[in-house]
């Protein structure tokens, strides 16, 4: 069973004349590097990990989470993330943010970036894991414009002063954490109190949020046809943190008072 920390790979699994050091198999596969909160596991290609309320990573003991949520496994040559859960979808995104998919239950997908960034939410609790591998199929520029969304690309989107004052009153606590990946997302009524608005104008605001990001092809964010999702602030914070829609450097906006004049 893996063990956190970086242990050396079993010889067993070890190719010495194709082998990078302490990092590939014979399948030039590298070991897999799992981060939660500081702690690190690895991974190795012969092995699964489980990530959930139980398993390899037990996340926390969130009511909400499941007992088996995600998996990492190898298979055709690859690393594979799975979405092994029932209920709670996660957004993988490269590290630079500009490659981005959703990973609905019973989905899977490659891990073909050397960093990617995973974040989900369950209940009020969201939650963000890296994983990480020496050599990768592909690497993201610093420059792409554009981000993928499961198999839709979408071109950045532009909001108003104000619906961005809404998105950083969201994410807050996620911006303002510093080696920490899990926070607790604020209800409605306390953003609305965050920024000094009305309900009203508040459930407004997110709605055309959330429909201007729907039209743009970003999934979860509608539940019933005509019907926006009931989870759609949790889905929306998870976007805006992985794709860096919203950074720390947007946090002056909570207290800039009106910016729409409403």
């Not at 055309?208 to 929306?236: I, T, Y």
Request: hydrophobic content about 40%; some cysteine.
């Amino acid at each position: 069973m893996s063990q956190p920390t970086n242990p050396p790979a079993d010889e067993r699994d070890v190719d010495v004349d194709t082998a990078v050091p302490g990092h590939e198999n014979r399948r030039g596969l590298s070991v897999l590097s799992v981060d939660f909160s500081g702690e690190t596991f690895s991974v190795e290609p012969t092995e699964s990990f489980t990530i959930g309320r139980e398993g390899d990573l037990a996340v926390d003991d969130n009511p909400y989470l499941h007992r088996s949520f995600l998996e990492v496994s190898c298979a055709n040559g690859m690393w594979w993330l799975a979405n092994v859960g029932s209920r709670l979808s996660a957004t993988v995104s490269s590290a630079n943010g500009a490659v981005q998919s959703w990973l609905s239950p019973g989905a899977r997908l490659p891990i073909v970036f050397e960093e990617s960034t995973i974040v989900f939410t369950a209940g009020p609790t969201t939650y963000e894991i890296i994983l990480q591998v020496k050599v990768a199929p592909y690497a993201v520029s610093n420059q792409v414009q554009e981000s993928v969304v499961g198999d839709t690309t979408v071109m950045p989107v532009r909001f108003t002063p104000s619906q961005k004052q809404l998105i950083v009153a969201l994410a807050e606590p996620m911006l303002r954490r510093e080696g920490v990946s899990v926070s607790n997302l604020p209800s409605s009524a306390s953003a609305a109190e965050r920024l000094g608005w009305s309900m009203s104008k508040f459930n407004r605001k997110l709605d055309h949020v959330c429909e201007k990001l729907d039209r743009m092809g970003v999934q979860g964010l509608r539940g019933a046809p005509g019907k926006l999702a009931m989870n759609r602030r949790a889905r929306l914070v998870e976007y805006a943190v992985s794709s860096h829609l919203v950074s720390r450097v947007d946090l002056p906006l909570l207290d800039a008072g009106d910016l729409d004049g409403e």
